[in-house]
């Protein structure tokens, strides 16, 4: 059962500085602006008071910044409860990916999980991330029933995509019919067909989703006018299995999927046939990147938000380019996986639809994008106005919803983050590294003009 909403039809903010966009399109700072929400949309910015309201009925922040609230591009809210350390992590030793040993023990340490205790780590991660001033999440989940409640339960907004294997292209057809059925199940959960949260297909790496199958997949969510969810060039390993030109000589894939396909199985002989069937894949040893064998396949368009990136060549922007495809960056989670570093400032560069992801909290410190924008600016040339926008506009056109969200504009949605100065600021900083600073901290969260977090606590715990 969800704890019912309330939403203040018509009401007046007021901060020391909002972050809008200028003509140009970019982050500027205005000072000592009204912001009027009028049923959950921004009717009003500017420096007089707007008409037919008085002082009274105005919400002063004082020393504050009002921004647009945060958009994840990436996590899986199932894992909140599990932490990095919990899992492997890389040693000095290590000299490149670990995320084939690190996704065995996930499993693992979920395996006597119940759909109670995956919904209440769901719904924990949901708390973290709004009270750290995130209004829009994308998440991946095997279930996707989870995710949607949590984010129901807390008045959040979001992109759901259910998860979806299979390499044999033989079993395509009967696969996808499978996830379509639980595909029916879980939209059938939808909060009296809630519009802030949508339902779509999650195919979960090149390697791991036959072609076949993607095409599959790539043409429901055309038909239903949503994005496409994927890892991809996550590791070099899975790079040089699609590329060969360094062929890993413990298999660590080709182990990965046979017992992904086998494990829920028993039956003589089983494992062989898996086996030669994994070794006879087409597109494993292809020549080329997993990107590439997307492109080659027809798969590489608008709809796709494509995660992680990291092994992409200056070929494979190029492509994605010219395709619209938009890429979610988790630096972090990059980082702890000892995945390599993604070519942030060349996506930018190049102009690719960008956004930031913190994935879960089985690989990132935390499920706070501020401190995710703080690890790009200590780790790229990149600043803090440039981050902001990743966070925020440049993340709504990766969703193709900047005519929505993702600014603080007329007529947008007012989903706003306001961020409260501190004493202890610097102020000599410009306000951009302030809005990201850690001693700055959230205050309240609008989402839709209803306020999700109230002075730096939920208004809503939530509830199944």
Known sequence: MLLETFRILSQVIKTKWTLSLDEQGELCALEDQFIKIEEGLIKHISPELPSNVSAG?????????????????????DYSKLSHT???????????????SWIPQLIAKTA??????????????????????????????????????????????????????????????????MWKDRFEKVRLSVPDKNKNIELTVSPHAPYTVSPQLWRLAADFASRQ??????????????????????PDPDKRIDRFLLDAFTRFRKQAGLEEQVA??????????????????????????ANLLATHCVTVNDQDIESMRLASTSVAVCPISNFLLAN??????????SKLKLGLGTDSLASSYSLDLRETARFVIENSKLDSKKVLLLLTFEAAKALSKEKEIGSIEKDKRADILILKLSSRNDTNKNVFDLALMPETLVEDLFVDGRKVVSKGNLVQTGAF
Not at 64 to 71: N, V, Y
Not at 225 to 246: G, M, P, R
């Open 276 to 301: 030669k069937m994994i070794e006879g894949l087409s597109w494993r040893g292809c020549g080329h990147s997993p990107l590439e064998h997307l492109k080659r396949n027809g798969l590489l368009d």
């Open 340 to 349: 390599g570093t993604a070519p942030i400032e060349k996506f930018v560069s």
């Open 112 to 177: 006597s999980w119940s759909q109670d205790e995956y919904m209440d780590s769901a719904l924990q991660g949901a708390k973290l991330a709004a009270l750290s001033g995130t209004s829009f999440l994308v998440d991946n989940s095997f279930q996707a029933v989870t995710g949607l409640n949590a984010l129901a339960s807390l008045g959040l907004k979001g992109i759901l995509g259910l998860e979806l294997f299979g390499v044999d292209p033989i079993q395509a057809e009967s696969q996808f019919g």
């Open 57 to 77: 009925e105005i919400c002063d922040y004082g020393e504050s910044i009002a921004m647009p609230g945060l958009i994840n591009l990436h996590c899986h809210l």
């Open 225 to 246: 006018n949503t994005k496409v969810l994927a890892h991809i060039c996550e590791s070099q390993l899975e790079f040089d299995w699609f590329n060969n030109t360094k």
């Open 86 to 100: 919990d899992l492997p992590q890389k040693t000095a030793k290590d000299s490149g990916s670990i995320l084939f």
